[in-house]
């Protein structure tokens, strides 16, 4: 992704513009790409039949678009593309455990990207959309298990989202009231980090006999995210 984008600046538009915490805001194109290279589920905020909702889903990106999937049935996916879209990813990083509770925050990587997503349609594009989202949870899925047939397909809806209008917000290191008027407070005050972690794999108790686990899913257990 980067090699495309890199040296880029981030869209700034009226919607985009960072007002609080302006510090935290990315500016850098790189730093989009970065937050979506790192995660595969995102959160898309959609109005259906006039009410918002905010769904869990996963998602494929490249330089310039992101795309997300699901069932043709699904009434999210058939109206989102004539209406604007508002779509998170989020690292949680750690929990930020200050003197004072006000202070108390958490470190973090976040986008947020807006736009009306188009419905794919190019029989070429669906594949090399829902590959990429295949690849972007687990490389070598794509090339290793069964691709989409037909009537798959057909069952399927892919959305593409523009990456041009994004923002990215990010907060690291320690709490912010350590040089203030509660430094002196005998509180102690730090970090507690955390991680998303892949355990160790676990076999389908109906996989039959001789199947051990391919090299590119044993080193996805090994993997941070
Ligand atoms: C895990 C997590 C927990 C958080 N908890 C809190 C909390 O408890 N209280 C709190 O006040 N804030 C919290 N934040 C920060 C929050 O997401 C907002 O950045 C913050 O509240 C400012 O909101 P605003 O509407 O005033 O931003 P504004 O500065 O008015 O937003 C303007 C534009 O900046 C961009 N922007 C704002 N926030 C983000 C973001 N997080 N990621 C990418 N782009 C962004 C968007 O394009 C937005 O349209 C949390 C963030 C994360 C990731």
Not at 115 to 139: F, I, N
Not at 193 to 216: F, I, K, Q, W
Request: proline content about 8%; aromatic content about 4%; hydrophobic content about 35%.
């Amino acid at each position: 992704m980067s090699d495309h984008t890199h040296g880029r600046a981030l869209s700034a538009t009226e919607r985009t513009r960072h007002r609080r915490l302006r510090e935290q805001g990315g500016i850098d194109r790189a730093d989009l790409d970065a937050v979506l290279a790192e995660g595969f589920l995102c959160h898309l905020g959609v109005r259906v039949d006039g009410h918002l909702r905010v769904l869990p889903t996963v998602y494929g990106a490249d330089a310039e678009t992101l795309y997300f999937h699901g069932s043709v049935a699904s009434r999210s996916l058939v109206q989102a593309p004539g209406t604007e879209v508002c779509l998170t990813v989020t690292h949680l990083d750690g929990l930020v455990l200050a003197r004072s509770v006000f202070e108390h925050g958490v470190n973090y990587r976040s986008a947020m990207i807006f736009g009306t997503p188009r419905p794919v349609t190019d029989p070429e594009e669906k594949l090399t959309g829902l590959r990429l989202l295949t690849e972007q949870a687990a490389p070598g899925q794509w090339d290793y298990a069964r691709r989409p047939s037909r009537k798959e397909l057909a069952a399927t809806a892919l959305l593409a989202l523009s990456l041009d209008e994004a923002s990215v917000k990010i907060r690291t290191g320690p709490p912010d009231d350590g040089d203030g008027p509660d430094a002196g407070l005998p509180v102690w005050a730090g970090v507690l980090p955390m991680r998303t972690v892949r355990g160790p794999l676990e076999a389908d108790p109906l996989l039959s006999e001789g199947h051990t686990p391919p090299p590119h899913l044993t080193a996805l257990t090994t993997k941070g995210i």
